[in-house]
């Protein structure tokens, strides 16, 4: 508990900082000239897909931390092994020093960031349809991934081969914390693939440019990293792509101006 509580005050301060450069790089300055009376009828006009984005991620603690631990099932693994073959296991052995520490901070501090900042922005500059897309989108693809995560379980790659964790040797004892919001078989679909699609999919109805080139920038590098680290098995990835953009397409329909 005691190395929960310090991870959440560094990756909080983390945060923190994004949020400042956030602010500073992404936000326009007339976007944070609103009244207090504007602002609350902002929040008034989108409380629903507030309400959308809190259930989803308190639903998700409950699912990882009560519901999950109670469930024994079979691990499928193997199938995805057998299918896949070492590909993944082979990037583990060409680990660079450089690379790791890169592709760790983006999965661990700058996802998350994404994942609250962009509704925040959205929030912010009253863009609704941005906000009811990513919100939609993100209660579509937990719905649909929960199913699998409860009955298929599939364990990542690092832990499957016995491997070392790339976050605990580049971050020692974040795993403690990281585990506390997931499991080690809520591995497909990857939704870390899937959210930073819709993300960047939502950014960019925006016409926010430098958000949207950022939210891209993210999309290729979670992806690459969540290989590149041996937690994600490349069936992981194909699967929460063919999610996001199907969830994509269907949203496109509906919300169709």
């Given at each position: 508990?005691?190395?929960?509580?310090?991870w959440?005050?560094?990756l909080?301060?983390?945060n923190i900082?994004?949020?400042?450069?956030g602010?500073i790089?992404?936000?326009?300055?007339?976007?944070?000239?609103?009244?207090?009376s504007?602002?609350?009828?902002?929040?008034?006009?989108?409380?629903?897909?507030i309400?959308?984005i809190?259930?989803?991620?308190?639903?998700?603690?409950?699912e990882?931390?009560?519901?999950?631990?109670h469930l024994?099932?079979?691990?499928?693994?193997?199938?995805v092994?057998?299918?896949?073959?070492d590909?993944?296991?082979?990037?583990?052995?060409?680990?660079?020093?450089?690379?790791?520490y890169f592709?760790?901070?983006?999965?661990i501090?700058?996802?998350?960031?994404?994942l609250w900042?962009?509704?925040?922005y959205?929030?912010?500059?009253?863009?609704i349809?941005?906000?009811?897309?990513?919100?939609?989108?993100?209660?579509?693809?937990?719905i649909?991934?929960l199913?699998?995560?409860?009955?298929?379980p599939?364990?990542?790659v690092?832990?499957?081969?016995?491997?070392?964790?790339a976050?605990?040797h580049?971050?020692?004892?974040?795993?403690?914390?990281?585990?506390?919001?997931?499991?080690i078989?809520?591995?497909?679909?990857?939704?870390h693939t899937?959210?930073?699609?819709?993300?960047?999919y939502?950014?960019s109805?925006?016409n926010?440019?430098?958000?949207?080139?950022?939210?891209?920038?993210?999309?290729?590098?979670?992806?690459?990293?969540?290989?590149?680290?041996?937690?994600?098995?490349?069936?992981?990835v194909?699967t929460g792509?063919?999610?996001?953009?199907?969830i994509?397409?269907?949203?496109r329909?509906?919300?169709?101006?």
């Open positions: 508990m005691k190395k929960i509580i310090s959440l005050i560094i909080g301060s983390i900082i994004l949020l400042v450069l602010f790089f992404f936000i326009p300055r007339k976007k944070l000239k609103i009244k207090k504007e602002f609350l009828e902002i929040i008034k006009n989108q409380s629903l897909y309400l959308i809190i259930g989803v991620a308190i639903f998700h603690l409950i990882v931390n009560i519901i999950e631990p024994i099932g079979n691990d499928f693994t193997d199938i092994r057998n299918f896949e073959g590909l993944v296991y082979w990037f583990s052995q060409y680990w660079t020093d450089a690379l790791v592709f760790v901070i983006m999965y501090a700058v996802y998350p960031f994404t900042f962009s509704p925040l959205f929030l912010l500059t009253n863009d349809k941005a906000m009811k897309t990513f919100a939609y989108g993100l209660f579509l693809i937990y649909i991934a199913p699998f995560y409860l009955f298929l599939i364990t990542n690092y832990t499957y081969y016995n491997l070392s964790s976050l605990e580049t971050i020692p004892s974040v795993e403690g914390f990281f585990y506390s919001t997931t499991t078989n809520n591995c497909l679909p990857s939704l899937a959210m930073t699609i819709l993300i960047a939502s950014v109805l925006t926010n440019k430098k958000l949207t080139y950022f939210s891209y920038f993210t999309v290729i590098t979670i992806i690459i990293s969540v290989i590149y680290l041996s937690i994600h098995w490349i069936t992981d194909i792509v063919i999610l996001s953009l199907g994509i397409i269907i949203l329909k509906i919300l169709k101006e």
